[in-house]
């Protein structure tokens, strides 16, 4: 059984872990009517580039930090050693990005945006500057997840957003239908928690170079910036894409459900955060039937709560954000939600076969899955949004989830621990998937009443799949109250 303790820690992530992003929702009744659609889409695009540069500068070295502490964590020469030489990569990393942007963003930016739609000066370098304090403030944050840190992860991330939302609601209200206040407000938000981290990081661990280490930094963080780029193209290229052959209008509405969304990604990344570190000590022990199954558990409440969340989300968004956006334009966007919901319901599957990639050093593994994915991805969208429009764009993104996964397990496979049960995690994700999907197009029902229906039926399902377990359960629960709080 799952211990109480995971759920805590789960919460604690899942939601404390979201507040530097959830600006993102939280800000959309103020972005919608203080921001007209085109700068709205305007935005979008900066946040896209900026996603873009965070990943350049991170290099990967978030992941090897973590990785590589969990091995030095009882030596503190060597967690010093290991610490004090990744942030100094990251320092360096960011200096030479800064330069970078100063020489030839301009002129880069004119090459990818001929229409001048978008500038570099002042926002696409307020971007770059933005992305590199975010990659020191994230690498921290990740570190603290790993050590257990759950005050100071609070603290850190409730101050980031905190800051966010203030300056950026400030700028949005002095300097009104401009991108002034979003951009300005990221800025400064993430020079703060830059110096945060910086802080906490030198008196923990302070500055190192260890020559010895690059070698090895280098060899398993080449293949995850390849990886966390081609991840980029998968989540951001849509936009862009849209952009092109749509109208920032198009894009603006698809950004706005996509942000929509973002509360299940919130959700699916806190639990994500809270299984790894269990999952890797237990891949990291002996091999027993016993780890196999814990690990098991441990995805398939990821899966269980996840396809649980998906048609109570789709339910109550159409609902809630009316009451707090005043544009309509943007309402169309609740026409998707149950489409581009529907590509989180195979996560689970997703970070089940990502997480060993990691653990185990494989990273080198990891550029041509995700290179598949994103030629998937591309080919997808283009062909799709040409012929469909912007309906196209959201059937792209729901196939190309599908399609990550699929490539991932291809080369996954050999390396992940144990097994787990493929009726559970694949069966059931694609029965869900193809029921809502038949649903939603074939019942003639209003799309209120119709997602009702849905929601009954998707919910049953799931509890028809684990009712021997909650069953079984509930009985033990019976005798024994004080049983840990899991049945799956």
């Known amino acids: 059984m799952i211990s109480k303790q995971f759920f805590k820690s789960s919460t604690v992530y899942s939601i404390v872990g979201a507040l530097p ?5 939280i800000l959309l009744p103020f972005y919608t009517s203080l921001l007209t659609p085109a700068d709205f889409a305007a935005f979008a695009l900066y946040t896209g580039f900026s996603a873009l540069i965070q990943i350049l500068v991170n290099a990967g070295l978030d992941s090897y930090l973590v990785v590589h502490y969990t091995e030095f964590r009882d030596d503190v020469a060597g967690a010093c050693r290991q610490v004090g030489t990744t ?6 990393i960011g200096a030479v990005f800064v330069l970078l942007s100063v020489t030839s963003g301009s002129a880069v930016f004119r090459a990818l945006f001929r229409d001048g739609s978008l500038m570099f ?6 971007s770059v500057l933005t992305a590199i304090f975010n990659s020191f403030f994230k690498t921290y944050t990740h570190l603290l997840i790993y050590q257990q840190r759950v005050r100071r992860f609070f603290w850190a991330n409730l101050v980031n957003t905190v800051l966010i939302l203030a300056l950026s609601l400030s700028g949005l209200y002095l300097f009104p239908f401009t991108l002034i206040g979003p951009m300005w407000g990221r800025l400064l938000s993430g020079l703060s928690i830059f110096l945060l981290a910086l802080y906490w990081f030198l008196v923990e661990f302070g500055l190192s170079f260890q020559r010895d280490l690059i070698k090895g930094m280098l060899r398993y963080c080449y293949p995850l910036l390849i990886y966390f780029v081609l991840v980029w193209v998968f989540t951001y290229i849509d936009r862009f894409l849209i952009n092109h052959f749509l109208s920032k209008q198009d894009v603006a509405v698809f950004d706005f459900a996509v942000k929509c969304t973002f509360l299940l990604e919130f959700m699916q990344m806190g639990l994500a955060n809270s299984i790894y570190p269990r999952v890797f000590v237990l891949w990291r022990t002996p091999d027993s039937k016993e780890q196999s199954a814990e690990v098991s558990r441990y995805f398939h409440v990821f899966s269980a709560l996840s396809l649980l969340a998906i048609p109570l989300f789709v339910l109550t968004i159409p609902l809630l954000v009316p009451l707090v956006v005043s544009n309509a334009t943007y309402f169309t966007a609740f026409d998707y939600l149950l489409v581009l919901s529907l590509g989180f319901a195979t996560r689970a599957l997703y970070h089940l076969y990502l997480a060993p990639f990691s653990l185990f050093k494989k990273t080198a593994r990891l550029p041509m899955p995700t290179l598949l994915s994103a030629l998937f991805q591309v080919a997808l969208t283009v062909v799709m949004v040409k012929q469909l429009g912007l309906i196209g764009a959201v ?9 990550q996964v699929f490539f991932l397990a291809i080369w996954g496979r050999t390396i992940l621990p144990g097994s787990y049960n493929k009726i559970k995690m694949i069966v059931l994700p694609a029965l869900y ?10 019942l003639p029902l209003a ?10 039926l998707l919910c049953g399902l799931v509890f028809w799949f684990y009712w021997r377990e909650i069953d079984a359960f509930i009985l033990t629960r019976k005798k024994n109250p004080s049983l840990p709080m899991s049945p799956l």
């Open 21 to 25: 992003l959830a600006w993102g929702f």
């Open 87 to 92: 942030v100094l990569a990251l320092l360096a």
């Open 121 to 126: 000066f002042p926002y696409g370098f307020m």
């Open 395 to 403: 059937w792209a993104n729901l196939l190309a989830k599908i399609g």
């Open 433 to 442: 998937v193809v029921t809502a999907l038949v649903l939603e197009y074939t």
């Open 447 to 456: 799309i209120w009443p119709r997602h009702i229906v849905i929601a009954v």
